[in-house]
């Protein structure tokens, strides 16, 4: 398959992209003290020299006490956390690369809290619950909610005012905003409950408005969604395409620009009669541009290197080309062949297959 689409430079929502290729965010435990390290600076930016087109920061955290569950992951609130991004942006913007900061809450999640540590407060979430059966933390009254909504727009202005070009909110794998959407987690009886999902989308929309009001109309905001949750991986927001259509609806009508759609294998249909994946989908019906991203480039699933430390063999990129040469989506989020390798993406470039490499969980352990 040809690779000209892939790398091909491209305008997408007022951004000049140098081709498809997006880095996707991930989570590396390597910033004491929530401060953006050196080395990490240093990861973007040798990824960014190494033709990915776009970068998505790791998860980084909103100014609640208890938007995070570890000490080492980023925040993107404070002074000396601010520069420290600021200074990633300037490098990866200097190699002719966009960058977005990914603007996080965990919600009710603590996976990954390390032994003996905890936020300086509860966890929140809307109803108290982690999933179905367990409950973590506090339930969120209107005033945690409002100040929540409040903490994004604060982080977006400091993202604007950094020099990002862009950002992306966290509104996917059982994490705060989705928990919002999920009825599992979301059992609230007020005007952020609902028993239908464009209802649950209300603090969803509330963010994302209260943030396009700072950053202005046009500043691209990506937001990030998925059918599955950490908390249960069959989880399905939307059953059909009309589900979906209506979800996504009031989601770009308080600000959405573009859809990065997860999936577990982006070759997977999203429902029965069509071969379109969840990008394609959000792309169809909602004429939005999107993003698709899950196993690109490996065989092997991305939980199963989560819960169980597994690697993952290399996989051949011609249905990827095939979806992209159709429009089923715009770009291409890759994960984990990227931590493997910085330079995975001028292998592809320059027809360097042999130098591609099989995912080795071992490299989570490590930055380069």
């Not at 809307?126 to 909504?149: Q, R, T, W």
């Not at 999920?182 to 989308?201: C, F, H, I, M, Q």
């Not at 990129?317 to 979806?323: H, T």
């Amino acid at each position: 398959m040809s690779l000209e689409k892939l790398f091909a430079p491209c305008t997408i929502k007022g951004l000049d992209l140098k081709n498809r290729i997006v880095m996707a965010p991930m989570t590396r435990y390597k910033s004491p003290g929530g401060i953006l390290s050196d080395e990490m600076k240093a990861y973007y930016g040798r990824r960014a020299r190494a033709d990915v087109g776009m970068i998505i920061s790791e998860a980084t955290g909103i100014d609640r006490a208890c938007s995070l569950n570890h000490p080492d992951v980023p925040r993107f609130h404070g002074d000396a956390a601010l520069a420290a991004w600021a200074d990633a942006g300037r490098d990866v913007a200097s190699a002719g690369c966009v960058m977005a900061p990914q603007l996080w809450h965990v919600g009710a999640v603590n996976a990954g809290q390390p032994k003996g540590w905890a936020p300086e407060r509860p966890y929140e979430s809307p109803s108290g619950y982690l999933d179905a059966k367990h409950k973590n933390g506090v339930a969120m009254s209107e005033e945690d909610i409002a100040d929540a909504v409040a903490a994004y727009s604060q982080a977006a202005v400091a993202a604007r005012d950094a020099g990002f070009p862009c950002l992306e909110l966290h509104g996917a794998h059982g994490y705060l905003i989705d928990q919002f959407f999920w009825d599992v987690t979301n059992r609230r009886e007020d005007a952020y409950g609902s028993k239908d999902l464009p209802g649950r989308a209300r603090f969803a929309a509330e963010v994302l408005k209260a943030v396009r009001q700072v950053v202005g109309p046009d500043y691209p905001i990506i937001l990030r969604l998925s059918q599955w949750k950490q908390q249960d991986y069959g989880a399905k927001l939307a059953a059909t395409p009309e589900a979906l259509d209506k979800w996504l609806t009031v989601l770009m009508d308080a600000g959405a620009d573009i859809f990065h759609c997860s999936q577990r294998r982006f070759w997977e249909a999203e429902f029965e009669g069509s071969p379109l994946n969840f990008a394609g989908w959000a792309k169809k019906l909602t004429g939005a541009p999107s993003i698709t991203v899950g196993s690109i480039g490996l065989h092997g699933d991305m939980i199963a290197t989560i819960t169980r430390f597994e690697g993952a063999a290399l996989a051949s990129l011609d249905e990827l080309l095939e979806r992209l040469d159709r429009d089923e989506f715009d770009l291409v989020a890759v994960g984990r062949a990227l931590i493997q390798d910085p330079l995975w993406a001028t292998k592809v470039r320059e027809g360097r297959d042999s130098e591609l490499q099989p995912f080795d969980a071992a490299s989570l352990a490590s930055i380069y």
